[in-house]
């Protein structure tokens, strides 16, 4: 029977293809975003004293309460703004449902959904399945004189309409490594003050920023607090992606339509790590030294590549750093990215998959996206090979 597909568009994401041709080739994977290191052996003890000991039965609903705490004294120590734990707070399986969620619950049929283009791959069609429309607006791209991207806040004001619902944000940003400055905030109070939309603010890495600077949230402002929902993840945070925990903070109101949805594609999530979690945070600070554990990384790489054909552009978050391939010639990213695992044996991700249209001219500015959460030796060994060719 004809399934009368909802997303026409929609295949497997290029995270998936690109991990898969790198098995399938046995090639380095700077692909994908995850470590290839274990998690604090400390948050391993803690997760399977909770498997042992329990809790192992069925979660709250919005999460487990200690760790709904962890998450709120987290914000206020490092975003400032103060969430209610019973309210405000929901654990969630990754950023991916909180976003998923979010979107579901508050995009009515028509909405329109400003997304800054590149952008995550999920928020498009998860818009296009609530029946809102997406308004791609593109950041600036790289050019001779000014190698990164850079947002345009007059597009994105001129993009605004009466039938704006929401703008999602993502900084630190995937894939540029762009994080948002206090004038960016300024930007973003001037244009909400006279629409009523929602920000979607997807804070995946917001504890991975780099040289000094700090994370700067909209939630760090209470007029864009009070119609924002901050979505983040433990993935990165703990280096721990397969664990799938995010969590999605938002005003009750809000919470409470995100949560209907929440209730019913998941229910709860994963009881023992959540406990698990909740136990580490208590007594342990890994993530205040995350910050340098990944600039070293990213230097590293940096440094490496100085002696290859690849140009890299600066990354003031993330654990993603772009290079320009121009000195390879020009053509699809796509097509370099493949050739790259093929012929030098290490897979990337071109940022032409986070368009619309990753075939156009508009989305191939010969950038590819790697990722520098890996070991040393990993990254040692993918350099050689870069340098190589
Ligand atoms: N948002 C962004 C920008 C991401 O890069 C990712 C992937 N790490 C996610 C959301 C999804 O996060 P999770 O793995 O916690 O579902
Ligand atoms: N967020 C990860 C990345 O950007 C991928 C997550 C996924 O594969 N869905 O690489």
């Known amino acids: 029977m004809n399934p009368k597909t909802k997303l026409p568009l929609v295949g497997d994401t290029i995270f998936s ?10 090639a380095i994977n700077l692909g994908q975003g995850f470590p290839d290191y274990q998690p604090d052996s400390e948050l391993l003890n803690a997760v399977c004293q909770a498997i042992q000991q329990g809790p192992n039965q069925y979660a709250p609903m919005t999460g487990v309460p200690v760790l709904r705490q962890a998450i709120r ?12 734990a019973d309210t405000d707070i929901t654990v969630t399986s990754g950023a991916t449902e909180a976003l998923t969620s979010s979107i579901l619950a508050l995009i009515h049929p028509g909405d329109e959904v400003i997304l800054i283009d590149p952008s995550y791959d999920l928020y498009a069609p998860v818009v296009t399945l609530a029946n809102g429309a997406p308004v ?44 948002l400055r ?34 700067v949230s909209p939630t760090s402002r209470p007029a864009l607090a009070s119609r924002c929902v901050l ?33 019913f594609s998941v229910f709860s999530v994963n009881t023992p790590i959540q406990a698990g979690i909740a136990s580490y945070l208590k007594t342990n600070h890994a993530i205040q030294g995350l910050s340098a554990f ?8 940096v440094q490496g590549l100085s002696a290859s054909k690849l140009r890299p552009l600066h990354s ?15 053509g699809l990213e ?9 012929e030098a044996g290490v897979a990337t991700i071109p940022v032409s998959a986070f368009y619309a249209d990753p075939a156009s001219r508009n989305a191939n500015h010969q950038l590819l996206r790697l990722c520098f959460a890996k070991q040393d030796t990993t990254l040692d060994a993918a350099i050689e090979k870069l340098v190589s060719l």
């Open 17 to 26: 293809e690109m991990s898969a041709l790198a098995q399938q080739l046995n």
């Open 334 to 342: 796509k097509d370099l990215a493949i050739r790259l695992t093929q």
């Open 294 to 301: 990944y600039q070293r990384k990213r230097d590293r790489l």
């Open 231 to 263: 979505v983040s993840s433990f993935a990165k945070t703990l280096h721990a992606t397969g664990w799938k925990i995010g969590y999605c903070c938002a005003p009750g109101p809000l919470s409470q339509e995100i949560r209907k949805v929440h209730q």
């Open 182 to 215: 206090e004038e960016d905030l300024d930007a973003l109070e001037q244009i909400s003050a006279n629409h009523d939309f929602l920000i979607l603010s997807d804070e995946a890495y917001e504890h991975i920023v780099f040289d000094g600077q700090p994370h």
């Open 73 to 84: 004294d987290k914000i206020i120590a490092h975003q400032g703004y103060s969430y209610d």
């Open 316 to 330: 003031e978050g993330t654990f993603f750093l772009l290079v320009d391939t121009s000195a390879l010639g020009h």
């Open 136 to 179: 791609r607006v593109a950041m600036n791209p790289p050019t001779k004189d000014r190698p990164r991207f850079h947002l345009d806040w007059n597009a994105i004001a001129d993009a605004v309409t009466p039938k704006t619902r929401m703008l999602i944000l993502n900084f630190p940003h995937n894939p540029s490594g762009l994080t």
